[in-house]
Each structure stands twice: as structure tokens, then as C-alpha cells.
């Protein structure tokens, strides 16, 4: 997850760099920040681009954690290589000096970032402490995202067994109900009871 994002980040600043005049994105209204896996305060606000002209445009940024990407949140969302391509293709990654709307599929890089999630798109099969077969996949935060596991990881355990458990996150107030409206909606779930 981290690897795609920061290539599109990287792919973002490349197009910056070399004043890409089909796209001519404004660096001050940029909305792709790069991610880590460490929740680093002194990294949240940051200028890139610093050193002169070779290293490209001054500009401020910033680092997510990794959980905190829309990219994790796509990955969890999609339910197939198809639907991930699509759905990276429609990240908004910032606005022109027009003012209009630059979308990750106009940076060309999606195709790229599709290949490095490839494996990332398959669900972990692990075994609990009692002896347990359980899907393992995904993570993104309620507070930003939908805060469910993947939709290919829910629909592996129901085409296994005869029910799946799932959590969704952020109590149910805010993680239930982005777990009916967003995930079940958009996977065609139709849960048969829930547990509070």
C-alpha cells in the first residue's frame, strides 16, 4: 500500500518538475500527501522540492499513515484487479491552475500502481489461538475511510463457511454505519444479523 501511493506521490512531483503542460497542476493545490508506517508528528506538514531548480518545485506536503491512504481504503473496497484499476484511475490528486479537477489516471501511473497491489489484492488465510481459520486483510480508519476489512476477504469466509464474523470499526454509530452504507452497499452484502 505504501509503495503505491508514494509512486503516484512521486509520479505527482515528476509531472511538477518537468511543468507538464497538459496537465499544468497548481503545486499549491496539490491533495496527495505521501504515507509511512510510522505516526511521525514533526512529518504531518512539510515543503518538498527544496535545493534548487533539479530537485524540483517548492511546495508544501506532508506524510499520512499508511492506514490513512485512500489507497487502502480502495484496496478494501475493490472486488477485482478490474475494479482496483478503476478505482485508482479516479483519485483525485489535486487542480489545475484552471481550477479543474486532476484525477490519478491523467499522472499515468495507475497501471503501475495496479501491478504493485496485485498481491496485495489477495486476503491472508491465518490461524487464530484457537485453532481457527480467519481472513486477515486490510485496515483503513473509520474516522477517514469506511474502517472494514476488504470486501474479497468477506467474500472468501462466506463462500467457505456457512457464516463469516466481521468487525466494523469506530463503534457503531460511525463504524456500523459505514460498514451497511459504504461496504455492504457497494459489495452487495446483505448481513443476516449484528452483534453491538
Given at each position: 500500500?505504501?509503495?503505491?501511493?508514494?509512486?503516484?506521490?512521486?509520479?505527482?512531483?515528476?509531472?511538477?518538475?518537468?511543468?507538464?503542460?497538459?496537465?499544468?497542476?497548481?503545486?499549491?493545490?496539490?491533495?496527495?500527501?505521501?504515507?509511512?508506517?510510522?505516526?511521525?508528528?514533526?512529518?504531518?506538514?512539510?515543503?518538498?522540492?527544496?535545493?534548487?531548480?533539479?530537485?524540483?518545485?517548492?511546495?508544501?506536503?506532508?506524510?499520512?499513515?499508511?492506514?490513512?491512504?485512500?489507497?487502502?481504503?480502495?484496496?478494501?473496497?475493490?472486488?477485482?484487479?478490474?475494479?482496483?484499476?478503476?478505482?485508482?484511475?479516479?483519485?483525485?490528486?489535486?487542480?489545475?491552475?484552471?481550477?479543474?479537477?486532476?484525477?490519478?489516471?491523467?499522472?499515468?501511473?495507475?497501471?503501475?500502481?495496479?501491478?504493485?497491489?496485485?498481491?496485495?489484492?489477495?486476503?491472508?488465510?491465518?490461524?487464530?489461538?484457537?485453532?481457527?481459520?480467519?481472513?486477515?486483510?486490510?485496515?483503513?480508519?473509520?474516522?477517514i475511510a469506511h474502517g472494514c476489512?476488504?470486501?474479497?476477504?468477506?467474500?472468501?469466509?462466506?463462500?467457505?463457511?456457512?457464516?463469516?464474523?466481521?468487525?466494523?470499526?469506530?463503534?457503531?454509530?460511525?463504524?456500523?454505519?459505514?460498514?451497511?452504507?459504504?461496504?455492504?452497499?457497494?459489495?452487495?452484502?446483505?448481513?443476516?444479523?449484528?452483534?453491538?
Amino acid at each position: 500500500i505504501t509503495a503505491a501511493h508514494n509512486l503516484l506521490a512521486a509520479a505527482i512531483d515528476n509531472r511538477l518538475h518537468f511543468r507538464d503542460p497538459y496537465l499544468n497542476l497548481d503545486p499549491t493545490k496539490v491533495a496527495w500527501k505521501r504515507v509511512l508506517d510510522v505516526n511521525d508528528r514533526a512529518l504531518r506538514h512539510i515543503v518538498v522540492g527544496l535545493g534548487g531548480s533539479s530537485q524540483g518545485v517548492p511546495r508544501e506536503s506532508g506524510f499520512d499513515i499508511t492506514a490513512a491512504s485512500e489507497v487502502m481504503a480502495i484496496l478494501c473496497l475493490a472486488s477485482s484487479p478490474a475494479d482496483l484499476r478503476s478505482r485508482l484511475d479516479r483519485i483525485l490528486v489535486g487542480y489545475s491552475l484552471k481550477g479543474e479537477p486532476v484525477l490519478a489516471s491523467e499522472i499515468g501511473v495507475t497501471g503501475s500502481l495496479a501491478a504493485i497491489l496485485n498481491e496485495a489484492l489477495l486476503p491472508n488465510l491465518v490461524q487464530t489461538t484457537d485453532s481457527t481459520p480467519a481472513f486477515v486483510h486490510g485496515g483503513p480508519f473509520a474516522n477517514i475511510a469506511h474502517g472494514c476489512n476488504s470486501v474479497l476477504a468477506t467474500r472468501m469466509a462466506l463462500a467457505m463457511s456457512d457464516y463469516a464474523v466481521t468487525e466494523a470499526g469506530f463503534a457503531f454509530d460511525l463504524g456500523g454505519e459505514k460498514f451497511f452504507d459504504l461496504k455492504c452497499r457497494s459489495a452487495g452484502l446483505n448481513p443476516a444479523a449484528i452483534v453491538l
